[in-house]
């Protein structure tokens, strides 16, 4: 079911005397920080230029969640004065736990709050102005469990790295899975030598009784080659899903075909659409590219009505105070990532994580 908020942001509609639409940015900008703060404002600028028919006006500004002169709460503060009719952030799990432990959130009337978090635990009065969204492995995870539910594939295994993300992966996946109606028969977690991954593999099929539809996994390109090798060892034919794409070498070899994996729309759209180290950044780069298109072309409105938004890094709904994005799924073969199932704007799915 979908959501309908009250704030003026979703129901805003351009005209020529409109007031500006004030967005405000709460990012880690610091030099040697993470750089998705970069990439995001990065993704708001491009869009800020793009010329767009009877765009509304936007007042962009943004705080650096990590400026030495000052403290992150003194930057939430300051961001609430300036009563944003779009406030987005903060990024960073510190940042986001200082406002877990404040007594109480207090937004401006007008306020809409896009926030990038698990929102649970946050001691917010105006729950209906607050909106979350995911740039994190979430997304990723969410899409593939989406497509493999899609394709019939309900018995799943997990392979993932032995390491505190990996456990979390581990634990969401089985939660939205077997709260689904699916079954996870087995979980294992890989060290770092490359060993271990057969080791693993042994576990999975073992734990499971050979009885699966999919293997899920987190890994990098080296591991990622020795899958297939490794299953066929075994006498699987199973697909692998990873929940990252196979990175570098245009040309793919053959131990990563048929290796299925999420992908933004406008990647796939390249004349080379091999995924490099850099598209990591230029996938949430495209995320602020998107969000300030919403915002520019006053489709926070039309989203809620028509149900979806189409957009550089994918479909967008509303479902239970969520911003949801709904990627492509490419298969590698043995040139190039190939497109095999790309949402369309008007259709509509429902799976949460």
């Known amino acids: 079911m979908l959501l309908i908020l009250s704030s ?48 509304c006006e936007v007042n962009l500004r943004y705080l650096n969640t990590e400026e030495e002169s000052t403290t992150f709460i003194q930057q939430w503060y300051r961001a609430l004065e300036l009563e944003p009719e779009l406030l987005i952030g903060p990024l960073l799990e510190q940042h986001q736990q200082q406002l877990v432990d404040l007594s109480v959130i207090e937004l401006p009337e007008n306020t809409t ?27 990723q995870l969410r899409n593939l469990l989406e497509y493999g539910w899609d394709q019939g594939q309900h018995d799943i295994v997990l392979l993932l790295p032995d390491s505190d993300l990996g456990r979390k992966i581990a634990d969401a996946t ?3 899975w077997e709260t689904k109606g699916g079954v996870v028969t087995a979980v294992a977690h890989y060290g ?23 293997l899920l996994t987190l890994a990098n390109d080296q591991q ?10 075994h006498s699987r034919e199973e697909p692998i899903y990873s929940l990252m794409p196979p990175v570098g070498e245009r040309g793919l070899k053959k131990d990563l075909q048929e290796i299925y994996f999420p992908m933004h729309p406008a990647l796939l ?20 590219f998107d969000l300030m298109m919403l915002t520019r072309t006053g489709e926070w409105q039309q989203l809620q009505k028509k149900g979806s938004y189409l957009g550089r890094s994918g479909r967008y709904t509303i479902e239970d105070r969520q911003l949801i994005r709904t990627f492509c799924i490419a298969v590698s073969d043995k040139k190039r990532p190939v497109l095999h199932w790309c949402p369309q704007s008007e259709e509509i799915q429902e799976f949460g994580l």
């Open 192 to 214: 770092k030598r490359f060993s271990t991954l057969n080791q693993a593999m042994r576990q999975l099929i073992r734990e499971s009784r050979g009885s699966f539809d999919v």
């Open 174 to 176: 089985v939660l939205v």
């Open 8 to 55: 003026p942001l979703l129901q805003a509609v351009c005209s020529p005397d409109q007031e500006p639409i004030t967005v405000v940015l709460l990012l880690p900008l610091a030099e040697g920080s993470t750089p998705f703060g970069q990439s995001l404002l990065d993704g708001f600028i491009a869009a800020d230029d793009e010329v767009v028919d009877s765009a």
């Open 224 to 233: 990622l080659r020795m899958l297939r090798p490794l299953m066929s060892y």
């Open 113 to 139: 709050w896009l926030y990038p978090g698990e929102p649970t635990h946050l001691p917010v009065s105006q729950s209906e102005q607050l909106l979350t969204f995911s740039i994190s492995w979430r997304e």
């Open 269 to 288: 759209e390249r004349s080379d659409p091999g995924f490099e180290v850099d598209d990591f950044l230029l996938q949430v780069e495209n995320v602020g």
